[in-house]
């Protein structure tokens, strides 16, 4: 693992370097999202530590309404990066695309690296969509938002960041043709109907339990749960805060920004009352709106975009969780598929103590008598269809032999990528968490720090009035 003295993501500059590679073209260890040193071999580094090749620093801005006043019109936004990576043609890629291209991207990033954490996508069936408001600078905004966090998580992810259809989503100018050729040739060979799809769905079914937990996946689900635990009741508590600091329409005294805006009138039209203290009482008033405008900014600038970033990072911890679930069931696909091979030389042996005769030290008790009794009633229980059953058996066993072969490897596989998504994840946490803590905090100081400047302005107005006693 990766010690406290390598933050993946700020031990290094956000700066594109001028040389990105040196003269034997091996990457120059520059740019956020990736480990600084990422020589050795991979017992110094841990077989599960992730190796970052270069860095991808991405961008979404711009966005622009296409085909205006049409029935076909959409939003399409600039996507831009730097990088060092091989992969990439050019150092500074950038493309305009629109929220369809990042669902194909998103959806077939998923089918190609089934063990890789891919973040989700913000949902398109909003509210907006319906009033159709989709287009105003508010909801273009935060999709714009929603849409750079979704390439920032790529890009920090050390295998989806070399993705060829990543590459292609920044650099190519025709990115339609691109998609269909990825329909039509999707990377890696295709699947095929296994063994494992053939057994019926009463052997492998979605309420099954993995019977040999590992313990290090039974860690990581409990740390998972905790997170989202937590990130649920965050999200609950600070809706409840942006409610009664500016909820629109609520109960009077459940608002603050419409309390402030109130007593701000109240205080002005008292000032109409009291003649000699108009002026200070206007002041006042004026200080009240300018309060109760910074509790309204505060909530747009630093209240939503934090619930709005909570809300993703829980969607993403979502994803993360898929991946675990996965793979239980490849573990499970094993384990069932063992059981079934067991089950099947049972039968083999069986039949071969039968035609042996002795049939009574088997031991497979009643089910195996009735059985016999079955297939004496059926008129198969003689010898030839005893040797035709085995003979069949044997081929079936074969081919189970080789399945729970490919099984096991293929669940062994799956556990060592998802132990190096889980480190992944974890530095993306982090950064994310980080980021997203700091700009609420700078938001909340930058409100009081404006809020003590407009209070401090009407104390001395206060001081000059006269009270005669």
């Known amino acids: 693992m990766l010690g406290d003295e390598e933050d993946v993501f700020d031990s290094v500059t956000w700066e594109s370097p001028s040389a990105p590679y040196d003269a034997d073209h091996t990457v120059q260890p520059s740019g956020p999202g990736f480990k600084q040193s990422t020589a050795g071999t991979e017992d110094e580094r841990g077989p599960h530590d992730p190796k970052w090749e270069g860095y991808l620093i991405v961008t979404v801005k711009d966005p ?25 043609s050019t150092p500074n890629p950038s493309s305009r695309r629109r929220f369809q291209d990042f669902v194909f991207l998103r959806d077939h990033l998923v089918k190609d690296f089934p063990a890789c954490v891919v973040p989700a996508l913000p ?9 159709g408001d989709r287009f105003s600078p508010e909801f273009m905004e935060r999709r714009r938002l929603d849409l750079h966090r979704f390439l920032e998580r790529i890009s920090r992810h050390p295998t989806l960041q070399r993705s060829t259809l990543v590459r292609a989503f920044f650099e190519s100018t025709e990115w339609h043709v691109h998609m269909h050729q990825h329909l039509a040739h999707p990377p890696g060979p295709e699947p095929t109907p ?25 860690d990581m689900r409990e740390s998972v749960d905790k997170f989202e635990d937590g990130l649920v009741i965050c999200e609950r508590l600070w809706n409840r805060v942006r409610g009664r600091t500016n909820g629109g329409g609520l109960a009077p005294g459940e608002d603050l920004t419409a309390d402030y805006h109130d007593l701000a009138v109240a205080v002005q039209g008292l000032g109409f009352l009291e003649s000699g203290i108009t002026d200070p009482l206007n002041h006042f008033s004026n200080t009240l709106l300018e309060f109760s405008a910074l509790l309204r900014h505060k909530t747009q600038t630093t209240t939503d975009p ?13 994803a993360n969780r898929a991946v675990l679930k996965l793979r239980d069931q490849k573990q499970l696909d094993f384990e069932e598929l063992s059981d079934y091979l067991s089950g099947v030389t049972q039968e083999r042996d ?11 030290s088997t031991g497979l008790g009643l089910s195996a008598y009735l059985k016999d009794k079955v297939d004496s009633l059926r008129g198969a229980d003689d010898d030839r269809s005893r040797v035709e059953k085995m003979r069949k058996l044997d081929i079936k066993i074969k081919e189970l032999q080789d399945a729970v072969t490919t099984a096991h490897e293929t669940s062994d596989a799956f556990s060592d990528e998802t132990l190096r998504e889980q480190t992944i994840f974890q530095y993306t946490k982090e950064a994310e968490m980080k980021e997203m803590l700091g700009n609420l905090a700078e938001g909340e100081i930058e409100f ?22």
């Open 194 to 218: 296994g063994l494992i799809d053939n057994i019926s769905d009463t052997l492998l079914n979605a309420f099954a339990r993995v019977r040999k937990p590992d313990e290090r996946f039974l």
């Open 123 to 131: 949902d398109k069936h909003r509210l907006e969509y319906l009033t």
């Open 64 to 88: 622009v309404k296409e085909l205006a006043e049409t029935k076909d019109a959409y939003v399409s936004y600039l996507v831009s990066a730097k990088t060092n990576l091989l992969i990439f």
């Open 448 to 469: 009081y720090q404006s809020a003590m400047e407009e209070w401090e302005r009407i104390i001395p107005v206060i001081q000059r009035i006269r009270v005669d006693v």
């Open 350 to 360: 069986r039949l071969s103590a039968v035609i042996s005769g002795h049939a009574g």
């Open 306 to 318: 934090f619930l709005v970033h909570l809300h993703s990072l829980l969607t993403y911890s979502h």
